[in-house]
């Protein structure tokens, strides 16, 4: 683990200043408590993620799960637009194409613009067992709630949703990619 990150992810972001932490301890543990609670969710969101890649198919590792949800979302895209939007290796994301294709979920064919790049699509087979895996988590999550009033699930999917595109105008700003 990285100090500082309980989920052990490396430390990328800048350097924010603390000055303003020590003036409220209250709003100082308000982040904190957030710090945490998103650092297990993320834990736990990576867990999740492989389990599920080895629903869609066995061997696959939750990398190409994440891969194959980005395809069948924003898709078809070259191989290296997939690389910068996971901010992953090419090497990495190139293992996990191969055995999204070989698995079938994947169709890989050469750009019309450009031969030499590959264009990557989710094929009939990965969007239907994508979606199925996606309904079920999804009634997981009703299941789950069901006790929450529809105002409270509907705020923190837009709180989420705030938080996402802070994230993302974040990464936008260091030039760090995005993912999805």
């Given at each position: 683990m990285t100090p500082g990150n309980p989920d052990g992810s490396p430390h990328v972001e800048e350097h924010v200043s603390t000055a303003t932490t020590t003036a409220d301890p209250a709003a100082h543990e308000a982040h904190v408590q957030l710090e945490r609670e998103i650092a297990l969710l993320l834990?736990?969101?990576?867990?999740?993620?492989?389990?599920?890649?080895?629903?869609?198919h066995s061997g696959l590792d939750g990398a190409?799960?994440?891969?194959?949800?980005?395809?069948?979302?924003?898709?078809?895209?070259?191989?290296?637009?997939?690389v910068v939007r996971l901010g992953l290796d090419k090497s990495t994301v190139s293992r996990q194409v191969a055995s999204l294709v070989d698995a079938g979920l994947v169709d890989r064919v050469a750009d019309p613009d450009d031969g030499r790049a590959q264009v990557l699509s989710t094929s009939a087979e990965g969007h239907r067992r994508l979606s199925e895996i996606r309904d079920a988590r999804r009634a997981r999550w009703e299941a789950d709630l069901a006790d929450w009033p529809t105002d409270d699930v509907a705020a923190l999917g837009s709180l989420l949703g705030r938080l996402n595109r802070l994230g993302e105008a974040r990464e936008a700003q260091m030039g760090t990619p995005t993912q999805g």
């Open positions: 834990r736990r969101a990576r867990a999740i993620q492989g389990r599920l890649a080895g629903e869609l190409a799960y994440g891969l194959l949800v980005l395809l069948d979302d924003a898709g078809p895209l070259r191989a290296s637009d997939v």
